[in-house]
């Protein structure tokens, strides 16, 4: 039974590039959450994804996309982006009718220099 | 608005100890679920516990207890003869009842475990 997965494992980019960071979920899941986490700091809510559509949104900027295919895996696109945007980007999946338990996958470290 | 409060930011402990992590949260729902995830330092979060509000009977599962309680509107986590694979940093979470809502996550404890 796969857990969730997330790529790559790694990233720098230097401010004002763009970014996509990728999720598949668990297997027989079909909601993707995405979180960031800041050094030191809990994850922040940026947005989730169900039926390919963006289902509900944390107080991020417009800078920060989505998108969900039919497969259910998911991508985080960031614009022009900031150095406060480093941090440890995490990807959550559920099953949204059964279950409000999310399972996450092992991150996306982000570097902005 | 949803809030939690952990308000230990770092626990050492001598292996075989027992430790108490605190979570204290506030929210205007009447129905909501509170959850513990472990983070070991290769940073996936790794589900622990969930649980309803309308169901406050504690629960333990192994070295793993937790203590609910809706009066105080507290959610704490016992480990009991801890070890060093328990080191990690410790998040409480609270989400509204309903569909795969959003988990607003504490600060996180991070629990040092040595020999």
């Known amino acids: 039974d796969a857990g969730v997965t997330q790529s790559p494992t790694h990233l720098i980019k230097t401010r004002g590039q763009q970014v996509t960071l990728r999720c598949s979920p668990k297997?027989?899941?079909?909601?993707v959450s995405w979180y960031q986490q800041a050094l030191g700091q809990g994850p922040q809510f940026i947005f989730q994804y169900y039926e390919e559509e963006e289902r509900q949104r944390g107080n991020f900027p417009d800078r920060f996309s989505g998108h969900q295919f039919p497969n259910y895996s998911s991508e985080l696109n960031v614009n022009a982006l900031l150095l406060g945007d480093s941090a440890l980007y995490l990807c959550a999946s559920s099953l949204l009718l059964v279950t409000d338990t999310q399972y996450f996958g092992p991150g996306t470290r982000l570097t902005v220099l | 608005a949803q809030k939690v409060t952990q308000a230990q930011t770092e626990i050492s402990v001598v292996e075989k100890e027992d430790v108490t992590l605190d979570c204290v949260y506030e929210?205007?729902?009447?129905?909501?679920?509170l959850f513990w995830y472990k983070q070991p330092p290769s940073g996936e979060l790794v589900f622990l516990i969930r649980?309803?509000?309308?169901?406050?009977q504690n629960e333990i599962s192994g070295r793993y207890s937790w203590n609910f309680q809706k009066s105080t509107s507290s959610f704490n986590f016992t480990i009991t003869a801890s070890q060093v694979v328990d080191s990690a940093v410790y998040f409480c979470?609270?989400?509204?009842?309903?569909?795969?809502?959003?988990?607003?996550f504490g600060t996180g404890t991070r629990l040092q475990v040595t020999l």
């Open positions: 649980r309803n509000s309308f169901d406050e």
């Open positions: 929210t205007r729902d009447t129905t909501y679920y």
């Open positions: 297997s027989g899941h079909d909601t």
């Open positions: 979470a609270l989400s509204a009842a309903g569909t795969a809502s959003k988990l607003t």
